[in-house]
């Protein structure tokens, strides 16, 4: 599965693709099977370039019974700040705590293995 990401122009918000149009929740995103439809998605989103800076897509996987980015670096990004009493975190629900406890990281695993190690 795949999903497609940018951030506002207007604001630098992380945003994602549903249905036509973008969403500040990753939760919200639409999640692509084919490569064909992601692919078609991610072009539409670079047809908007008063909207979204630089559209891409990103892989996802299966945590706790909810698609999560495979990509420690855009589960950041879709938690929003880091600090757990601002933004899209403190709003909490399903998909926040999936990610949060999400380790299906394939790049990332070796240096969150470093940090736990400290």
Known sequence: MRAL?????????VVFWKSGQWVERFGDAELFAEDGAAEAAEAHGKNQPTVVVEPYL??????EG???PVSYRERIRALGPTNLNHG????????????????TAARSKGRVDL????
């Open 58 to 63: 990103i892989d996802l996987a299966e945590a």
């Open 115 to 118: 940090i736990k190690r400290k």
């Open 66 to 68: 909810v698609w999560v």
């Open 88 to 103: 899209k975190q403190e709003e909490g629900g399903a998909v926040v705590e999936a990610l949060r406890h999400a380790e």
């Open 5 to 13: 990401t940018a951030n506002r122009l207007k604001d630098g918000e």
